[in-house]
């Protein structure tokens, strides 16, 4: 029985909705319109942020620590200390680099001008460990340990570009994130704002409604349909200019700027973008729906 | 169905006091007329009967319903359980007389086929099945007043209540109306009718509750319209 009375009431709350829509059309333009700005804005600070996480990721891959031994280490202990270093917790690779394999790079780094290695001898370079840490903020602690470590001579690290990447987009997630729930408040007092001039006109009808016996949510639920409708319209057309937005300025740049930019392809990030956007549309179009009706149900 | 004890209402942002002391009970199919002077106290009465109002002291019952301790959420079954007609009509502009009617029953979740069914049944009642496509500004107010009876009636309630139904028609729509009221009451609907007009009360010959500054001066059978002046 409450079954078959819920069912039977979407179909009428759904229809309601839509006939309201329908009479209220400049109001529900301009809620959507109201949504379709701010999703917008939304999408394109998840753009970044996707973007500015990945690249980050790849920047912690790159980042690594190159611990030098003492020049006079025999093979045997520098295999003993590669193999203290391999045991450090939070390492995601180490490279032995022999005395050979550095010569060799370094010659072929100097290109051309190898000729003033000429008669050097090929051991004149220390061997190394290359270092990758599994987090890029473990690798402060790693290189303290690796100090430790008898038969290192020095560690070098660029620990000053990895700080200034950290703090750099950490500030850049935050501010995104701040920049996110502030539009999302203001959109929904917004649609809260225009839906409350759609319930104030249908003021008397709203309170004929609960003479007549109708209960709170049998008023609600047209209105938070009409308002998750207008939320969902909003976020498609955002995504819809995402799209031809992104899709004008791409043929614009060119590929190796693009692919600097986005280090996320655009096609990749967007469909779970769009979802996002539709959820969020649809959450703000709701709860502007309750907080515009809630004044008027106390009859 | 209908049980006034000892009530009393006093709106406390201006200390008036509304009722005083009010007890009357209205029996199954009974036909009651409150008269009185504008502020006498029949709005207050109505009030409570909707529980828009809630008694200052003493027990108001409606049909089984508590009305000084019914919870929020229990409201529109009360409402549901009444047929209501007012002196404005209130009906929804936007609609047709058909989706005015079949909106009380849509509220209650009637199958579809049952709405279908009993619009037209309750429309014919009341005469105005030929008006069913038009809306409440293409019909004259006795015309408006007759939809408005149409959705009070649609959902079989125990009791009519009717604020002032004739307050904005000529006696020529009064009385349209007042028969239609009757052969209601006659059908076993307890009517309860708040009203000013004299001659009406007159000629129905029912009984008459008569409220003066918020206490009942008067109770009778068959009474007819003397408020005193």
């Known amino acids: 029985m ?13 229809s309601e909705a839509f006939k309201s829509l329908w009479y209220n059309k400049v109001m529900a333009i301009t809620s959507m319109i109201t949504v379709m700005g701010s999703l917008l804005l939304l999408g394109f600070f998840m753009l970044i942020v996707v973007n500015v996480n990945e690249l980050t ?64 001898a090929p051991d004149f370079l220390p061997a190394s460990c290359r270092i990758v840490a599994e987090d890029i903020r473990q690798l402060q602690p790693i290189i303290e340990q690796v100090k430790q470590i008898d038969g290192i001579a020095e560690v070098v690290s660029q620990r000053e570009t990895i700080d200034n990447i950290i703090s750099f987009t950490s500030v850049i997630r935050k501010g995104c994130l701040i920049s996110t729930l502030l539009l ?24 004929i409604m609960k003479y007549v016996g109708a209960t709170d949510w049998f008023i609600r639920w047209p209105f ?64 502007g729906s309750i907080i515009a009706v809630r004044k008027h149900l106390a009859v | 169905m209908i049980t006034f004890d000892h009530v009393s209402k006093i709106y406390e942002d201006n200390n008036t006091v509304a009722l005083q002391d009010v007890s009357f009970t209205v029996e199954k199919g009974e036909f009651v007329f409150l008269v009185g002077h504008s502020g006498a106290g029949k709005s207050s009465v109505i009030r409570m009967l909707l529980c828009e109002e809630r008694p200052t ?147 129905m010959k029912k009984r008459v509750i008569t409220l003066d500054m918020g206490s009942i001066v008067r109770d009778e059978e068959k009474g007819g319209y003397n408020i005193g002046v």
């Open chain 2, 57 to 203: 002291s003493g027990t108001v019952t409606v049909n089984g319903f508590d009305i000084g301790s019914l919870p929020r959420k229990q409201i529109p079954a009360l409402r549901r359980s009444l047929g209501v007609v007012f002196q404005d009509f209130r009906l929804l502009n936007n609609r047709t007389v058909y989706d005015n009617v079949a909106f009380a029953m849509n509220i209650i979740g009637a199958p579809s086929k049952v709405v279908r069914r009993r619009v037209p049944e309750v429309l014919s009642l009341v005469d105005l099945a030929h008006k069913a496509r038009a809306y409440p500004s293409q019909l004259s107010g006795g015309e408006q007043q007759r939809v408005s009876m149409a959705r009070a009636l649609v959902n079989h309630p125990a009791i009519l209540i009717a604020d002032e139904p004739t307050g904005n028609l000529d006696i020529k729509r009064s009385d349209e109306i007042m028969g239609i009221l009757e052969k209601i009451n006659q059908n076993g609907t307890t009517v309860v009718m708040a009203t000013h007009a004299d001659q009406i009360v007159d000629a």
């Open chain 1, 2 to 14: 409450v079954t078959t009375l819920a069912f039977r009431g979407v179909r009428y709350y759904i």
């Open chain 1, 224 to 287: 938070i349909i009409e308002g998750i409708f207008v939320g969902i319209i909003g976020a498609l057309i955002s995504i819809l200019l995402l799209w031809v937005g992104f899709a004008s300025a791409g043929s614009a740049i060119p590929d190796f700027v693009k692919s600097a930019i986005f280090v996320v392809p655009f096609g990749q990030s967007m469909p779970i973008i769009s979802l996002i956007l539709i959820a969020f549309g649809a959450l703000i179009g709701a709860l």
């Open chain 1, 57 to 120: 990721a790849q920047i912690e891959n790159q980042c690594e620590v190159q611990a030098f031994m003492n020049y006079e280490a025999t093979a045997e202990q520098e295999q003993a200390v590669f193999s203290a270093v391999s045991a450090i917790p939070g390492i995601k690779t180490v490279t032995f680099v022999s005395k050979e394999d550095a010569f060799e790079s370094y010659k072929a780094s100097l290109g051309d001008d190898a000729v003033v290695m000429e008669g050097m």
């Open chain 1, 184 to 207: 999302t408040i203001i959109a929904i007092f917004i649609i809260a704002n225009t839906i409350k001039l759609d319930v104030h006109a249908r003021q008397k009808e709203i309170h």
